[in-house]
């Protein structure tokens, strides 16, 4: 069974292939900053550093992420809290959210509050507040 049939990892309760998919492989454009803070949720769980590091606003965006599929962390579901803006009309927006994972078996929880904003109609990740 590929992860086209299942459950988007972002937990929207929606199919992968109509949920996050779409905006990874490029396909659609994310319409607002939640869907795209689910899909980069999503490509994290993937380990897709190309999707993550192409929606990451270039005054912020890291050289790279060092993502390994061989890694321990095993990301285990995400919750959005809030959304401020961020609409498909809106050019900034903020997402809080609450992701859990484990590391090398240990449970581990991110709470952050993240700013995106959108040029030329596509959003960018800007930063996040540690919460």
Not at 74 to 78: A, I, N, T
């Given at each position: 069974m590929t992860?086209?049939?299942?459950?988007?990892?972002?937990g929207s309760g929606r199919n992968y292939s109509r949920c996050c998919e779409p905006y990874i492989h490029r396909l659609k454009k994310s319409p607002?900053?939640?869907s795209l803070m689910r899909s980069r949720y999503s490509a994290y769980t993937l380990n897709d550093e190309a999707y993550l590091l192409s929606t990451?606003?270039?005054?912020?965006?890291p050289d790279a992420l060092h993502?390994?599929?061989?890694?321990?962390t095993?990301?285990?579901?995400?919750k959005v809290i809030a959304t401020q803006a961020g609409g498909v009309?809106?050019?900034?927006?903020?997402?809080?959210?609450?992701a859990r994972?484990?590391?090398?078996?240990?449970?581990?929880r991110l709470h952050e509050t993240s700013h995106f904003?959108?040029?030329?109609?596509q959003w960018f990740y800007v930063t996040g507040d540690l919460k």
């Open positions: 992860i086209k049939t299942l459950e988007c990892p972002c607002t900053a939640e990451w606003h270039k005054m912020t965006r993502l390994d599929e061989s890694t321990s095993k990301w285990l579901g995400l009309q809106d050019n900034e927006g903020i997402v809080e959210f609450v994972y484990k590391v090398n078996g240990k449970a581990e904003v959108r040029e030329n109609e």
